[in-house]
């Protein structure tokens, strides 16, 4: 349940640039800004309201050359960027032309957020959680994770002089573990699966006071920073945005929140209000979201996740209904696809752009090839998709499916004799 300024202690006044209130996303029933994360009258899930006054092209143009560039546009204060922080945000966004030929598209980008500093986008919603939560009083910066979240929680404190506290499934890829104990925080491995780790985050939320759990008691501060993501897709395209667009999904939230970039950035005049497409990707082992799509539902009912796409392995993502209107809205659709075609996708992105994306850019590839393969997704229409991550944190995943073209002497005859040339 929500809490109020006196169960917790932490002001409601702090300044958070444009943003001007908490609204609840089910029953439209708004309350002042402040630590709370569900509705006091329906218990639905609150979003952040605006009021973003004179933002421009040129004013956005003109600002740092991360996220910050969109302070005007998000729940953080005016001097965000002057504070310690990872500085995350504008990442290359890609002409993927020979992965396009192979999948037979015509026009075709990739935003690579692995070039991110832990090498995610989350990245940037750790940066504008972190903004809120220290303007509101927190001491501690905190989560439950499938790993991404964790490296850059325990980054984003080690960076801003504060402490991290951070839970993962015990079964998570080393990889991972390793890029999160390094930066020396409170660093806690849970036998279960992330749902178990959820659970006992929003436990120990409600006794630790000091605590910001990004992704629950800050999450609707924490959320908006996806919205970074496609406000650099429309910047970088010329200040447009693209016909189509596929999403990983995991809590849905990444999906549901660029979505909402490109609303605003209609809504300000500063890109032509056009249609678009959204198409949401899932791996077979958790698709929650795309069951329901598929069966016509608007419940999203939890499943039990085993794939290797574990950074999208939530059975019971808190945007999954949300992911549904928006893809039905806009007339795209929600894919999942087997593991073996996750690894498929993952050499495929490597093989033709020279880009190494983690399981959740295999998922994505692979979904865009089977949508473009039912007939699902135009590919005469200019697109867009996301690879969120690195695959150097997921090597668990293509170790055994990759290896050298040859082992030879340190000789001319040997590699002539092994036909290499």
Sequence with gaps: MATTPADNGHTSSADLGPATALTCRECGHSRELGPYYACEQCFGPLEISYDFGGVTRESIEAGPRNIWRYRG???????????????????????????????GLQRLWVKDDS?????????????????????????????????????????????????????????????????????????????????????????????????????VNVRPYYAEGSKTLG?????QLGWRLPDQIVIPVASGSQLTKIDKAFQ?????????????????????????????????????????????????AIGNPADGPYVLDVVRRTGGAVEDVTDEQVVEGIRLLAATEGIFGETAGGVTVATLRKLVETGALDPSAETVIINSGDGLKTLDA?????????NIPPSLDAFRAAGLA
């Design 398 to 406: 293509i170790s055994s499916q990759v290896a050298p073209s040859a």
């Design 73 to 103: 546009l998000l729940p953080v204060p005016s001097n965000v960027a002057e504070t310690p922080n990872t500085e995350p945000g504008l990442t290359r966004l890609v002409r993927a032309d020979q992965l396009a030929e192979s999948l």
């Design 264 to 312: 605003e950035l209609i809504k300000l005049g500063l890109v032509e209000d056009r249609p678009y497409r959204v198409f949401g990707a899932q791996a077979a082992g958790c698709d929650p979201v795309a069951a329901a799509f598929k069966a016509g539902h608007d419940v999203v009912r939890p499943v039990k996740p085993s794939t290797i796409a574990k950074s999208l």
């Design 115 to 215: 070039g991110n500093p832990t090498h995610s986008f989350k990245d940037r919603v750790v940066a504008v959680a972190l903004a809120a939560a220290r303007e509101l009083g927190f001491k501690v910066l905190a989560c439950p994770s499938t790993g991404n979240l964790a490296n850059a929680v325990a980054a984003a404190a080690a960076r801003a002089g504060i402490r991290s506290a951070v839970f993962v499934p015990s079964d998570l890829e080393a990889q991972k573990i390793i890029t999160t104990a390094v930066y020396g925080g409170l660093f806690v491995t849970v036998d279960g699966n992330y749902d178990d780790v959820n659970r006992l985050a929003s436990e120990i939320a409600g006794e630790e006071e000091d605590w910001a759990f990004v992704n």
């Design 231 to 235: 406000y650099e897709i429309a910047e």
